[in-house]
């Protein structure tokens, strides 16, 4: 009988026993990074070795059933894996599931190969983006690019990856809507042929992650893997450059366990591979300002566009005077009047409204019943298309009622605008425009590319949307731009409501007048005075960013302190504040230099049968919030550093 071998394995699937690691015996010597396959549970799954050579233990151990017919993980994902399991309080068994593709054990059928089309050269550097270059080259610390909307970021990131891969590094480029995907892809597809570049993002099908995942992890050649946040955790073997374009953007942090930030995750990436990170946007987070005042991110800037023309004018419309509402109580006169402007000049416009469908919401006047999602208790949104409510949190759908239930009234009406709506009044008032509507009820399929390649064709008049469209998007023809309701976010109870308010208007902004073109903005808005939507309109982010930094220093948020926000989940509401009242005391008792808020109800407090109550902490130290991150009760759930607190 040949002699046994001890490795320690751990397997995606979670137990419940809170244990990450095991145990097994192996005939075959196996190396750390093998992906196996392992009993667990009276079940089989997939597991990484992450440690050979161990002794024998006292106890029985299993056998390894299989070892997958795959070259072991590269030694830096392994302890990249590691860290995000104890950085972000997350079972090991979450961070594997995250870092490997879905369906690995399955043989699948190889994917037809495209034939490559010639390379694009790229177009000469601008004196500011060579200067650029060389700082980035001379940094010693991680980049932050700051780059007002059309300095020309991408070209930079090209000649970053250009040297990057003739040096034999693998690149990893980050970008954080789908909507940049069809757009970004072809840049640099064009530049670097479809053999190098592998493209990754939640629209493809199992098979094609899959598929792509296998390219990085086969490649004998460099890489350059564009995708969301995901593509950090693509096996390449040498990373060489990593770079996240708009980085600002809370698409980065992942909502689902591990809750993970990817500029942090990148970070650490670069640090274990000894890749070089560069952060880029026009509107850079507020803690990557405070990081670059800290000499902890090297600040390169570019601050003026490609072809010289200075921040559009930006108009603001007061919507408290209703003197301006005529044809419509969605879109001001002045703002219509722009739209049928530049559609008679044969330009093109864009709407910026973040709130999808035909209606916010329904409701009784006469008795003030509001129709609300029986699982989530929050207001459906109308969709006029489908005639249908939808629950954008839970996707429950339901019919809109013609009666209301509890009065009888036949008054109830919908209330709000969404980009339905917005679509549905502009063909009404300007019926020869020819209109594409991107959010996420659209965003399906091939239909991303289609609308991309009709604004670039000139096939499209006016494109409306979310904040899909407030960034990245780069049309030559683009003049206008409407931002038809600049107050939404401000009126979340969030400590990063102006922040976001502040990027959103200036990304969709940014999208005017792009090629030399003056271009024009409008603001709608019920709050002009309000510091973010006047510091947007002036084009003023680092008087912006100074001011908010301030008010976060006086009010103690991030970046001064960190956060984490605690949730407790119970069968009823009285349960769920017990829970929650207990756990305080306790952090109470065992942290007293740590400042608690609550419980209170979460943002989301009644989810289907569940109650949520949350407590949110602050400290100047995050070891001492990590360190109650991994000893809490199975009913609380932990966010270390949130995007936000609701």
Known sequence: MSESHYVVIEPTSFTGTGAGQYTYATPDQLAVGQIVVVPLARKEVTGVVVATGVPKPSFATKPVSRVLDLAPLPEHLIALAGWVSGYYAAAPSSVWQTMLPSGITKKRRPLASSTPGPLTPLPPLTSDQAAAIHAIHHATQPVLLYGVTGSGKTRVYQELAAEALAAGRDVIILIPEIALTPQTEERFVGAFGANTVISTHSRLTEAERHHQWDRAQSATTPRLVLGPRSALFLPLRNPGLIIIDECHETTYKQEQNPKYWATAVAGKLAQLAGAQLVMGSATPGINEVYLAQQGRLALVRLDRRIHGGAH???????????SLLGRSRIMSEPLLKALEQTLGEGRQSLLFLNRRGSATSQSCPDCGWVNLCPHCRLPFTFHADDTLLLCHLCGRRATPPAVCPDCGSYEIRFAGS??????????RLLPK????????????????????????????????????????????????????????LLAMPDYTAAERTYGLIAQAAGRAGRT?????????????????????????????????LAERQALGFPPHRYLAKFTVQASSEDAAIKGATSLLGQIRTAHPQIE??????????????????????????????????????KAVTVDLDPQNLL
């Open 433 to 488: 425009a020819r209109l594409a509507r991107l959010d996420a009820d659209s965003a399906k399929g091939d239909y991303l590319a289609g609308v991309y390649a009709q604004l670039h064709a000139g096939t499209v008049d006016i494109v409306i949307g979310t904040q899909m469209i407030a960034k990245g998007l780069d049309l030559p023809a683009l003049d206008t731009v409407g931002i038809v309701s600049a107050d939404s």
């Open 516 to 548: 030399g073109a003056e271009g024009r903005v409008f603001i709608q808005t019920h709050m002009p005075e309000h510091p973010a939507i006047a510091a947007a309109a002036r084009g003023d982010f680092w008087g912006f960013a100074s001011a908010e």
């Open 596 to 633: 608690l808020l609550g419980p209170a109800p979460a943002w989301h407090a009644h989810l289907g049968k569940n109650y949520y109550y949350q407590i949110v902490a602050k400290s100047t130290h995050r070891a001492a919030l990590s360190q109650i991150a991994h000893n809490l009760p």
């Open 312 to 322: 559009p004018p930006t108009h603001i419309i007061d919507l408290r005077d209703k």
């Open 418 to 427: 969404g980009t339905k709506k917005l679509e549905a009044e502009l063909g």
